[in-house]
C-alpha cells in the first residue's frame, strides 16, 4: 500500500510509544543525549530560541528539558507557550549552577516541575524523566479510550472537534495551515441491504485501518458517524491536500473484501486559510 503522506510505521517502533523529550539548548552536541536515548526516550529536536516554539508545535513532545542558560527565548515565555498547549507540556530546567533552595524555587515559581545541575544529576534527571513522561502516557491512553470510536478505534466526534479546533487556532496564532478531507462511502446502504450489516462493518474498519496507516503522527483521523470519516491534516495546504485525497481514495478503490469485493469512497477536501477560516466554515467547505 502506497501512504498518501509518509511511511507507515509498527506501533512497536512508533516514538509516541517511546516516549518524546524536548531540549532546548543553545549546546551544539547534548553529551547526555545518549544516556535518554539509551532509556528508551525519543529526542524529537534539539533546538533553541525561536526554533524551539516551532519544533514543540510540530513534535507534541510528552515533556521539554530546557537550558537556563539559552538566549532568545526567555524561561517565563516559554512556560506561557507550554500552559496554551492542548496537554500543558511540562517543562524541566537545566544548567550549570548548583542546585540551591533558592534556585529550585525560582523554578517552581515559573512554572517548571524542577531545576537540575547537569551532568551532576544526570541520574535524578533521567528517574525524574520516566516519572512525569509514564504519568503523561497514562494520561495520554485515558484521554485516548475516552475519545476513540468503539468500531474502528479512530477519534470519535468530539475528540474530531477538539483537533479541528486546535489546528484552526494554530493558523490563527502561527500562520500554520491545515487541510480537512470528509470521506463517505458510496453506495452504503446498499452494500448493507445486499450483504448484511456485519459486512458493512468490514467496509468501516477497512476505511479506518487505511486511514491509520496513511495518517501521519500530527493528522486526526476520525469517524464522525455512520458511514463518514475525517482526515485532519496539519500543517498541509489546500493544494497538497487535494493530491493527498486522490491518491487516498485511490487506494481505498484498490481494498478488497472477501465477501464484498471492492467498494468506493467520495472524498470533499478544503484548506485553511485557503477555503475556510473556521471550523465551521471549513466542515461546510
Known sequence: MKPILRK???????????????IITDEPKILWRKALESEGYEIVDVAAGAAALVS???????????????????????????NQTDEGVPLLLFGSDALTPQLRQAALT???FDY????????????????????????????????????TGLANRRRFRVALSREVERW????VPCALLLLDIDHMKAINDRYGHPAGDSVIREIANVLTKVSRDN???ARLGGEEFALLLASIDGDKAATAAER??????????????????????AGCPAHANSERTLYAA
Open 8 to 22: 507507515a510505521q509498527t506501533a512497536a517502533s512508533h516514538p509516541r510509544e517511546r516516549g518524546r523529550v524536548l
Open 56 to 82: 514543540l508545535r510540530r513534535a507534541r513532545p510528552h515533556l521539554v528539558l530546557a537550558s537556563t542558560g539559552s538566549k532568545g527565548l526567555s524561561t517565563i515565555e516559554l512556560v506561557r507557550m507550554l
Open 110 to 112: 515559573i512554572g517548571a
Open 116 to 151: 537540575f545541575q547537569l551532568p551532576a544529576e544526570l541520574d535524578s534527571l533521567i528517574l525524574r524523566v520516566t516519572q512525569i513522561v509514564t504519568l503523561r502516557k497514562t494520561i495520554e491512553r485515558l484521554r485516548s479510550e475516552a475519545d476513540l470510536d468503539h468500531l
Open 172 to 175: 490563527r496564532r502561527y500562520g
Open 219 to 221: 493528522d486526526t483521523a
Open 248 to 269: 487516498l481514495r485511490a487506494i481505498l478503490a484498490e481494498q478488497h473484501i472477501p465477501e464484498i469485493g471492492n467498494f468506493t469512497v467520495s472524498i470533499g477536501v
